[in-house]
């Protein structure tokens, strides 16, 4: 834990240059911040969505089972892109999409507009109604988002999944939401080679019992299995009349399964508070009509859902996507992305940051990025030297402003580290370039963002300042879950959401995150379940039993140790997780022991974090494990 603070927490508070003038002290923001708590605050910020019928009740039920804007109802479709029919913004890019293998495409808000009307007659045309579930398997190519939005349009929720998942985590997704639709794309290309996502589905659909119709986009133009009655190509099908749809505040919009103790949970919000919250934290984040924004998080992410498919539309902004990783075909493609279209926004996460902080700067410095006004990160938590060298050398530019000045590398622009949880929605800390801006701290996710009551509090729920303690919310929220599971309800104590990550908050009510305090691993910003990867494991042929847990990881911030018991090779275990879980969820590290002890999992992976760290007196087994690994390294 003491290298866990020194690595994370910092004293510094910086005023970047072009902020000079913008920056509010502590106190002002402080009292910003207590008037933000009163009912009126959400009710106001709410007033900014287009409503077909005004609620009639702010708020009500007790949490976990709480509803918001009661009474009221919108049309989704309308508050994120419909609203700017007959505006300036109507005739404006909003979508670049750049892929791997150099192809381009570029939609003006009306081009997609008429894409999404067209895709919603496909989706009526495959039998998808109002509160039909679409699950999405496939990269955010245009397609796709106009594919999203068409659902949004017709009152289908949907649930994007990772492509980076493997057939069984899929399957067990697919058995538990029961989509009336699938949307896979044929294949995408990654580092130059095909990903051929329709072969995944397939092996997943094998192992449900529940299977649904799939649309598949051709993206790569590969030939793929087609099975006669269930699988549709998206050109082939016609379109009938669909109308737009106006819903109730609560009608779920979308919905994510996210990692907990002991298996995979799901969550959905509802429209009116989402959209709420959406909107307001958008604009408070910093983006505007006339901007243009690079977001490396896609969906399937939390922050890619809510911070590219909604907010940045709701806003008018164009929204840039580009469909490969940072390394791809050179590792100064993403400042290339910046540069070419002039991106004055960038939001990725700090796993990134730490990869491209070790590649040549020359790649950097050959890329003029003086248009950029804000860098935007989230994921998990970030060293606070991952922090300066953003600020320092991607920040920096090279025209001086005020009194930055380049050749000394001495920043220039806000980086602005973010906390996010599917089950929150947005966005719910850090200092707000179009709000309430107070000085960066580097490593910390800022202060709470008005409106939402955020504390760090001690094993007796008493608030905590200086030292670890758990990160909560001590009441509702617009985007609270309208469904989720019982792990997700069993958050909440005493009318405290308990989020399941430690934190510092400083006197200043800076919050500097420590990582989960369960068992669930933080892998690339990803929350990965530990039960799921030992259902994988369990299933080899002579293995007994295993126990999962996370590792510190200098580039991940985690990644999965895995014990196991019985004839295992290790090379079997990596290969299984990485089949049926996802190449995120490898391990790197295997350790085979004789014995497992019959007590709860949960017990057993809280003994080995605490073995790990190197902690005394603790669960001899888990001690054992700890050595064995260290004599194994």
């Known amino acids: 834990m003491e290298t866990l603070l020194k690595e994370f927490i910092s004293e510094e508070r910086v005023i970047p240059p072009l902020f000079k003038y913008k920056t509010i002290p502590f106190e002002q923001y402080k009292k910003i911040y207590k008037e933000s708590l009163k009912p009126e605050f959400w009710a106001r910020e709410a007033s900014y969505l287009i409503w077909e019928r005004p609620w009639t009740k702010l708020v009500e039920g007790d949490p976990p089972a709480v509803r918001w804007f009661v009474g009221g109802e919108l049309s ?6 419909g609203k700017h029919a007959g505006t300036w913004i109507w005739d404006k890019v909003a979508l670049i999409w750049r892929g791997e293998d150099g192809l381009i495409k570029a939609f003006t808000y009306s081009d997609l507009d008429q894409l999404a009307a067209r895709y919603s007659g496909a989706l009526r045309a495959l039998g998808v109604g109002r509160g039909d579930w679409v699950m999405f398997y496939a990269p955010p190519t245009p397609e796709v988002i106009a594919l999203m939005l068409a659902a949004v349009r017709i009152g289908a929720p949907f649930e994007p999944v990772f492509t980076g998942f493997g057939h069984g985590d899929l399957a067990m997704r697919i058995e538990d939401r029961r989509p009336e639709l699938l949307v896979a794309v044929d294949a995408f290309p990654r580092k130059g080679k095909a990903i051929k996502v329709k072969e995944t589905v397939d092996k997943a659909l094998k192992l449900t019992k529940h299977v649904p119709k799939v649309l598949v986009v051709r993206r790569m133009g590969i030939d ?19 109308e737009e749809v106006v819903v109730e505040s609560s009608h779920p919009l979308f919905g994510l399964h996210v990692g907990y103790d002991d298996g995979l949970g799901f969550v959905a919000h509802g429209a009116g508070g989402y959209l709420a919250q959406t909107y307001a934290t958008t604009r408070w984040i910093g983006l505007r009509p006339r901007d243009t924004y690079f977001c490396t998080v896609l969906p399937g992410w939390i922050t890619g859902i809510t911070y590219v498919l909604f907010g940045p539309f709701m806003v008018g902004s164009a929204v840039v996507i580009y469909e490969g990783g940072p390394d791809y075909p050179s590792w100064d493609v993403w400042w290339s992305v910046l540069e070419d279209y002039a991106v004055n926004v960038f939001l990725t996460t700090a796993g990134a940051l730490r990869l491209l902080s070790r590649q040549d700067p020359k790649l950097l410095e050959s890329h003029n990025l003086d248009m950029l006004k804000l860098i935007l990160t989230t994921a ?13 050398y991607v920040g920096t530019g090279t025209t001086p402003s005020i009194d930055s000045l380049p050749e000394k590398l001495s920043g220039r622009i806000p980086v602005i580290h973010m906390f996010i949880q599917t089950e929150l929605g947005t966005f719910v800390t850090g200092s707000l370039p179009n709000y309430a801006f107070v000085p960066v701290a580097p490593g910390s996710v800022g202060p709470p963002m008005p409106g939402f009551d955020i504390d760090v509090v001690d094993d007796s729920g008493n608030p905590v300042r200086g030292r670890p303690g758990q990160l909560v919310v001590k009441r509702p929220w617009p985007a609270m879950p309208v469904e989720y599971s019982a792990w997700y309800a069993k958050k909440w104590r005493g009318g405290v959401y308990y989020v399941g990550d430690l934190a510092v908050m400083a006197d200043d009510m800076n919050i500097f995150p420590l990582g989960r305090s369960d068992t669930v691993m933080k892998i690339n910003g990803y929350r990965i379940s530990p039960a799921i990867i030992e259902k994988a494991v369990a299933s080899l042929p002579g293995v007994e039993d295993a126990v999962a847990v996370g590792l510190r990881d200098p580039q991940k911030f985690e990644s999965p140790l895995v014990v196991v018991k019985g004839k295992a090779n290790p090379e079997d275990v990596r290969h299984k997780v990485r089949e049926y879980v996802g190449p995120i969820a490898e391990p790197s590290a295997v350790v085979v022991m004789d014995h497992i002890p019959q007590e709860p999992k949960r017990q057993l992976r809280l003994a080995l974090k605490l073995a790990l760290r190197g902690a005394d007196g603790l669960h001899p087994w888990a001690k054992e494990v700890a050595s064995k690994l260290r004599s194994n390294i």
């Open 76 to 81: 989704p479709y309308k508050n994120i892109v």
């Open 224 to 242: 793929v299995e087609l099975i006669g009655g269930r699988d549709f190509v998206l050109d082939d099908v016609s379109p009938v009349e669909a």
């Open 380 to 392: 998990e938590p970030m060293e606070v030297k991952y922090w300066k060298w953003a600020y320092h």
